[in-house]
């Protein structure tokens, strides 16, 4: 049987087979984004216990970490940050060079204060304070999703 007789016969069965394929490895990847951005996930590291643990005694505990952590423009720009955030983080983790204070940068500020302005737009709406004007979410209410006893975080090195 030459292969084009037989891609003839099958090509029906390879457009199912790669749907199916296609189904099943785009629910896999959407479910391990799900999980690699929840709280588990990310206070499985040893430098990230503590902010775990805080996070855990903090009103938005049902959140996932990616909430506040990562930018929610569009897919590409959430998955790309994903990808680079994740990498940095497992990089520091295997290099175990965490500082024993973990701090946002100035990006990660950024991002975290257009999440919160996303998720309390409405409450927002009737709000003036300086601090709307700066877009400083932070500025008053950093300790919301940590608590207000922030524990040391990073790794302990001997």
Same mark, same amino acid.
């Given at each position: +049987? #030459?292969?084009?007789?037989? &891609?003839?016969k099958? @090509? &029906? ?6 749907? =199916? %394929?296609? !189904?099943? =490895? ?6 391990? /984004?799900?999980?690699?951005?929840? *709280? ?6 040893h430098?990230?216990? #503590? ?14 970490? @990616?909430?506040?952590?990562l *930018? ?6 959430? +998955? /790309? =940050?994903?990808? /680079?955030? $994740? +990498? !940095? ?5 295997? %290099?175990?060079?965490? *500082? ?5 940068? *100035?990006? $990660? !500020?950024? +991002? !975290? ?9 409405? /409450?927002?709406?009737g ?10 979410? &932070? ?5 919301? =999703?940590? $608590?207000?006893?922030? %524990? #040391? $975080? ?5």
């Amino acid at each position: +049987m #030459e292969i084009g007789d037989f &891609l003839k016969k099958n @090509t &029906l069965k390879f457009l199912i087979a790669g749907f =199916a %394929l296609g !189904v099943v =490895a785009s629910g896999a990847g959407a479910f391990f /984004t799900s999980v690699s951005g929840s *709280p588990a996930f990310c206070g499985s590291c040893h430098s990230m216990k #503590e902010e775990k643990a805080t996070f855990a005694a903090s009103s938005h505990r049902a959140l996932a970490c @990616t909430e506040c952590h990562l *930018p929610h423009q569009n897919l590409a720009i959430y +998955m /790309t =940050a994903k990808a /680079t955030t $994740g +990498m !940095v983080d497992m990089y520091h983790e295997v %290099l175990r060079d965490y *500082p024993a204070k973990i701090k946002l940068s *100035p990006d $990660g !500020v950024k +991002m !975290v204060n257009e999440n919160c302005l996303r998720c309390h737009s409405a /409450t927002m709406d009737g709000v003036y304070h300086s601090a709307t004007a700066n877009r400083d979410c &932070l500025k008053c209410h950093r300790r919301i =999703a940590h $608590g207000s006893n922030h %524990l #040391e $975080g990073g790794i302990k090195v001997e």
